[in-house]
């Protein structure tokens, strides 16, 4: 079946360093990838996309990464904020069937 | 901006009643769809509209129920409620098909059945 998981469930960084998150799939099949922000309270929000025919696509301070050999997928944050603090879901698309991972909760110290 | 808003932030029912949650968007989009997220298992799907009265089964559609009656408005209904359906509750609108591209979601309603 699909999986869509997170190598960890937490993770801690100190403002100003890079924050790299990490997501599996299992579906090689999966050609299009989103990656969600969730604030405590709120509903998640779009960060970034890919499409399988891409290995990266950069915004601002963010960077994605997808390595289709292995099946993973990386959210970079160039120097964390305070604000960056959240949860981070990936998602993955197969055909008509779409699986949000089950998040990683990034923590940003002062 | 898009903006999705949901009727309530917090609600407390009891088992078996008939519970509405309420959903509206304001960007005319096509797509709309309910979610629950539970610690450890996230964003799992209800139920999805791509139209006016409209509606397909999504992973987990037993013990619930939908409504599309006007393009901006979808309610997810919870017929007889039970506690295993105590959630967090996010309905989520998108102009693209199935995941295919951003979705942009309300504030969730966290749901208590006693």
């Known amino acids: 079946g699909e999986s869509v998981g997170l190598h960890l469930p937490t993770l801690s960084v100190q403002e100003g360093d890079n924050s790299i998150i990490n997501c599996a799939y299992s579906?090689?099949?999966?050609?299009?990838f989103i990656w969600y922000k969730q604030e405590s309270g709120k509903g998640p929000q779009f960060i970034i996309d890919?499409?399988?025919?891409?290995d990266k696509r950069q915004g601002q301070r963010v960077t994605v990464l997808l390595n289709k050999t292995v099946k993973h997928l990386s959210l970079q944050i160039a120097a964390t904020q305070p604000g960056d603090s959240a949860v981070y879901f990936c998602a993955e698309t197969t055909g008509n069937q779409f699986y949000f991972g089950t998040g990683t909760s990034l923590t940003v110290i002062p | 901006d898009v903006k999705v808003t949901q009727s309530s932030r917090y609600l407390v029912k009891r088992t078996g009643e008939k519970v509405f949650l309420e959903c509206v968007q304001d960007m005319d989009h096509e797509n709309m769809f309910w979610y629950r997220q539970d610690p450890g298992l996230g964003l799992r799907l209800i139920y999805f509209s791509y139209d006016v009265k409209m509606k397909e089964k999504g992973d987990i559609p037993e013990g619930y129920s939908v409504s599309r009656e006007k393009k901006e408005r979808f309610s997810l209904i919870l017929e007889s409620a039970s506690t295993n359906q105590t959630s967090m509750y996010l309905c989520a609108s998108s102009n693209e098909f199935l995941g295919r591209g951003t979705q942009y979601f309300g504030p969730g309603t966290r749901l208590t059945v006693l």
């Open positions: 890919i499409r399988s025919n891409m």
């Open positions: 579906n090689s099949a999966s050609d299009y």
